[in-house]
């Protein structure tokens, strides 16, 4: 029987260009609204206008562009109701995760949570926005992963642009780090004590403070956008 693998060494066109337009959405590049005119992000990103459209077909999936009547693509603006519901999603599936991780906790477990939060620690410190969020997305991956909750983790990663998106607000607010590595330092004391109770209590009350900066940014958002309309 043949070797049917595939060797791969790097990325394709297409994903290079579906990792810079995602970024340059997530970390504002681009704003909710913008249109996304195909010949202009040709000539910006340096591919065809097959990739790009392909790119766009699948940045709406994400739930990251939306196609418009007489406009065509632009990115997609950010809807307080459904913001609200990704983040009551995201308190349910991590408490219920961080709960588990905790019930399910070893030590080798929680030296790799606690390096990765190094990681997003040292990031925010550089101020190094890509960072933080590469290495937040790592650190939510091992700890469903060490909860042994796969189906939970598939359906935020389904989420996971908009969460970005979302993420990517909230990071820049003053005072975030310090907020944040507070709350993230309480859930990781948590789950090393294997108190599967408190563990979920510090995820819930960190999902509820960064739905409340995101909610606010996008308010402030609107009220920029309204006034220079």
Known sequence: MSNLKIERTAKTLRELTLDKLRSAIVQGY?????????RTLCDELGVSRTV?????????????VETVARQ???????????V????????????????ACAERATPALVNELRAIRKTVEDAFQQ??????????????EAMFDGAGKQVSLAVVKSLNARINRLRALT????????????????LLDAIERRDGEAAAA????????????????????????????
Do not use: K
């Open 72 to 82: 065509g693509p632009i990115v997609a603006r950010l809807d307080p109701a459904q």
């Open 127 to 140: 101020d190094d926005w890509p960072s933080v969020l590469e290495c937040t997305e790592r650190f939510y």
């Open 30 to 38: 681009f704003r909710p609204g913008d249109r996304l005119v195909e």
């Open 52 to 64: 790009v459209r392909e790119v766009l077909r699948h940045l709406e999936t994400e739930g990251l």
């Open 202 to 229: 510090a995820s819930a009350a960190h999902i509820r403070r960064t739905s409340e900066l995101a909610l606010h940014a996008l308010e402030q958002q609107q009220d920029q956008a309204a006034s220079s309309a």
């Open 171 to 186: 990071i820049a607010v003053p005072g975030r780090r310090d907020e944040s590595n507070r709350e993230m330092n309480v």
């Open 84 to 99: 609200g519901e990704i983040y009551e999603l995201r308190s349910l599936l991590e408490a219920n995760a961080a709960r």
